[in-house]
T-cell receptor
Framework: AQKVTQAQTEISVVEKEDVTLDCVYE???????LFWYKQPPSGELVFLIR??????QNEISGRYSWNFQKSTSSFNFTITASQVVDSAVYFC????????FGAGTTVTVRA | EAGVVQSPRYKIIEKKQPVAFWCNPI?????LYWYRQNLGQGPELLIR????????DSQLPKDRFSAERLKGVDSTLKIQPAELGDSAVYLC???????????????FGPGTRLTVL
């Protein structure tokens, strides 16, 4: 069974538009960690954020923000005022006993 | 501060040939991971090391894949013989104390893109 579902395969936006990436996860554990990674065309996975299951506060870091809702098992990611450099594949991941990745969402930001 | 280093970045081989990938983790990180990433998918764990010990190799195809981390620092992943289906990106990651981001946060190297012809 898929533990992390990223329903959006590809999203294309024009620069300065906001884009929200959905992530739904499944686990029986009460203690777990959620992550977002960015994979630009160069191929390296870049860590963006780590959130534990007991902390449901939303987080903002510059143009990035994350919305964690335990009630719906979702950990969504929003890029505000997107830029061309945001073009990448974004992965949501769940660490309960090991790190499980979603299939990724390809974001293309057009100038 | 240096990140995870991997080599080579690209490798093209004929099927049935052997191939090896090398990884040097972030200094001080005790845990090292090897992942395989197929095109259009997320990475999947092959093996996890805690220092020199392989603590999770349940997803490693042991008939043709092997890995070692002899001194608890750098690691080598080998495929022998390679098959067409092994074409993928092989990613190495490490985790450990880095201050503030949890000891379980994994930092990834650039990967090795393997093409088997």
């Amino acid at each position: 069974a898929q533990k992390v579902t990223q329903a959006q395969t590809e999203i294309s936006v024009v620069e300065k538009e906001d884009v929200t990436l959905d992530c739904v996860y499944e686990t029986r554990d009460t203690t777990y960690y959620l992550f977002w990674y960015k994979q630009p065309p160069s191929g390296e996975l870049v860590f963006l954020i780590r959130r534990n299951s007991f902390d449901e506060q939303n987080e903002i870091s510059g143009r990035y923000s994350w919305n964690f809702q335990k009630s719906t098992s979702s950990f969504n990611f929003t890029i505000t005022a997107s830029q061309v450099v945001d073009s990448a594949v974004y992965f949501c991941a769940l660490n309960d006993y090991k790190l499980s990745f979603g299939a990724g969402t390809t974001v293309t930001v057009r100038a | 501060e240096a990140g995870v280093v991997q080599s080579p970045r690209y490798k093209i081989i004929e099927k049935k040939q052997p191939v090896a990938f090398w990884c040097n983790p972030i200094s001080g990180h005790n845990t090292l991971y090897w992942y395989r990433q197929n095109l259009g998918q997320g990475p999947e764990l092959l093996i996890r090391y805690e220092n020199e010990e392989a603590v999770d190799d349940s997803q490693l195809p042991k008939d043709r894949f092997s890995a070692e981390r002899l001194k608890g620092v750098d690691s080598t992943l080998k495929i022998q013989p390679a098959e067409l289906g092994d074409s993928a990106v092989y990613l190495c990651a490490s985790s450990g104390w880095r201050g503030g981001e949890g000891t379980d946060t994994q930092y990834f190297g650039p990967g090795t893109r393997l093409t088997v012809l």
